[in-house]
């Protein structure tokens, strides 16, 4: 049999401990975010029937990236390309019971069959936070305020991202009211111009015309969604009234200020979205990458034969997020080196040593011990290999006095110190910077 | 188009916010254990080469339990039905790199097409722990050391498991030197044996006799394998010494007393454990239920050509863990309740409400603010339901002496509060006990 390969499938990651440290570190930060603003961890099955995401997240995800396979029970089944259907079907087998509003986080992996490129996975890890059930601004509010708390949370300045919002609603009214596009050419127009950053003006009008718009109508089209805020002056004040989005806008209560911008141009692929669409880009004029994006989606809930309850949300996933902190320099390094390891020059000794370890351990220290039975001075060497600050040595002269040799790797000092006294000086040394090597 | 369906796929569980948490601290308790140990966390995706178990996974799990799929490129897959295999996979990826011995754990969904009776999920969440690199038994040592810790850390007395060890190698040499079974008949008896507890010993020696065993070797091979420790008595002094679970057994540092115990009925599946193998059982006998286990598998990571790197681990799922601290009425109590709400009778005061709540996520508090114009006395009610321990209520009067009203929901108190002292304030009433119901 030939070998097997050490190699994951295409597009997916394996995580090296010293890479999941760091995965580790970002997204617990984000949780202490998301627990602050009173969201709950929910979770829900990686496999979901088909029709979940048939019913209304978008043809070309649908139809080009979902994984669908059949089980052993003919069931027609996918592996979860997103996670805002299931979370609608958790809330809709609730409905009733629930008090609301709810808030609820959650941190799936997600499988899309995506064509190769660079900063494109086919699994990828993302926080979801939702809202459900109010219709209130004050929902659009207090999205955004999470969403940029969870971005200053990992390290990102004002200056490095733009929060851009838009009202699908909004936008509706003013092309059907300004321009005079029926709610057929609407849907098309928004198709056709969610890609007008890829492939320019000219193209869109084509695309737009071949919807029956009036070369005035596509010229006027164009106009309007490519002026951002401006496209707020086009609106009549009742929609703007009635636009959540609008509203929060000026409103936001955030850390540290925020930059947020209207911009028609945020569409978003998703079918359920019924109004405030929004989506945090790097300003980073070289990788304007979008890092998070969501929207309000107000009908999904009530597919499930249930009544309506609103919700609003959004999702971070990990990839972009990292490549922007690695863009910005802002990555926290992994964390992968024991505390503490304990040894003995002394083999008769070793039951001695693990029951030190095993004391270090109940004081919430991370502390390893050797497994076999190298020389000391190996021993050593491998632990400043792995980047072991505290060496705690058992000998037999010290512990008969009830004390130990601590060795600080980062300062290459030791010290006798008393057994009761070794959780706290370790404490105290792993809180002292390492010498600066010279 | 008919409502959706709101209930999982079956076999499959939705986690909602109570469930959740409940899985949430049991699993942040077994992290702490095997961090405690030096162990780094991993993470592999969750959709491999069908390959890859097709070598060594055993065939019964293959064969009927596996999901297989073929993708959008014509790839033969599988969903993850355990770990070990990606975990090898890795090892074998660095090998030559990595400094030895790599202590690793995983948390990862593992997917099997399981029939449907209780207690059995198609999807379940699983610690995974293994230390590679070494043929040491202080490894098994150190291996069945964190399993006792973790069931220790979970709430579990010493009385309510028990630790089944045995070592498939040790099996092997008694059965062909004592009962005169050669290789093949060796590997047929352990399928047969495996299943001594559901079907008892007279089938079990009709099967034996179909692997070609006379009927004193029948007979003989079950007095060894139903008599526990007394097996032990059977084996060569020099097997017992080069078997590492036998000289660990009795060497185990824990910070409680474990039951521990050899048992050559412990057989485990998986084709690829090489000696060593182990389980934990709930001692309820009513109940007696698998919670844990694993084994040593000394020739997976050469399978990738790679190297021969040692390896020994287990896995501790949710289900039957979870099941086992409700069994004993040990299992943590859901915590899903924001510990303040900050709310207003002035509806003008909404912005400073919000900037209040701010402060005190800063703080580290979880907290919540109303998202609708409701009067106090129905957020209260909400409060009170959600379990909400401390409402802030910020009315004009108080604010403009710098201050906010406090009233403790556990208590029925009411108090009026500088802002500047109230997150401590609010966190020593969260650690006071509520209010004994009259």
């Not at 320099?329 to 029951?355: F, G, N, Y």
């Not at 300062?411 to 809180?431: D, F, G, H, K, Y």
Request: charge should be negative; include cysteine.
């Amino acid at each position: 049999m030939s070998p097997l390969s050490t190699v994951p499938i295409p597009g997916t990651r394996d995580f090296f401990p010293e890479e999941m440290s760091v995965r580790q570190q970002v997204f617990e930060r984000l949780y202490r975010v998301v627990e602050s603003f009173g969201y709950l961890r929910y979770d829900a099955p990686m496999v979901e029937p088909f029709e979940l995401y048939a019913a209304k997240s978008g043809s070309d995800l649908v139809n080009q990236q979902v994984y669908r396979f059949t089980d052993r029970g003919e069931r027609d089944l996918a592996i979860r390309p997103e996670m805002t259907p299931s979370v609608a079907r958790m809330i809709a087998a609730r409905a009733g019971q629930l008090v609301l509003p709810a808030r609820w986080y959650s941190h799936p992996n997600l499988w899309r069959y995506e064509r190769k490129q660079r900063g494109r996975y086919r699994e990828h890890w993302q926080v979801n936070v939702d809202l459900f059930g109010t219709e209130s601004w004050e929902a659009e509010a207090e999205i955004l305020e999470i969403l940029a708390e969870m971005m200053f949370a990992v390290g990102a300045k004002t200056s490095d991202f733009l929060l851009r919002v838009s009202d699908r609603q909004l936008v509706v009214n003013v092309l059907q009211q300004q321009v005079g596009l029926d709610p057929q050419q609407v849907a098309g127009a928004f198709g056709v111009l969610d890609a007008i950053e890829k492939v320019g003006p000219e193209e869109t009008a084509a695309h737009l015309a071949k919807l029956g718009l009036s070369q005035a109508q596509a010229d006027r089209t164009i106009q309007l969604l490519t002026h951002g805020e401006q496209f707020l002056e086009q609106a009549a004040p009742e929609s703007l009234q009635q636009s959540n989005v609008a509203r929060a806008l000026s409103k936001l209560v955030t850390s540290q200020p925020v930059n947020v911008k209207f911009d028609p141009l945020i569409i978003r692929g998703f079918e359920y979205y019924t109004s405030s669409v929004f989506e945090v880009f790097d300003t980073n004029p070289e990788n304007p990458r979008s890092i998070a994006g969501g929207g309000r989606y107000d009908n999904l809930v009530a597919l499930f034969g249930k009544p309506r309850i609103p919700g609003i949300g959004f999702g971070m996933g990990d990839v972009t997020l990292i490549d922007f902190l690695q863009t910005h320099k802002i990555a926290p390094a992994p964390q992968i080196a024991p505390e503490v390891q304990v040894m003995t020059p002394d083999e008769s000794l070793r039951q001695r040593v693990k029951e030190i370890a095993a004391s270090l351990r109940q004081e919430g220290l991370r502390v390893v011990t050797p497994l076999d039975s190298r020389k000391l001075g190996k021993l050593l060497e491998r632990a400043a290999k792995e980047g072991v600050r505290c060496v705690v040595i058992a000998g037999g002269d010290e512990l008969a006095r009830g004390a130990v040799k601590l060795r600080d790797l980062g300062r290459s000092e030791e010290r006798e110190i008393a057994l009761t006294a070794l959780p706290v000086v370790i404490r105290e040394t792993l809180a002292t910077p390492t010498q600066e090597k010279p």
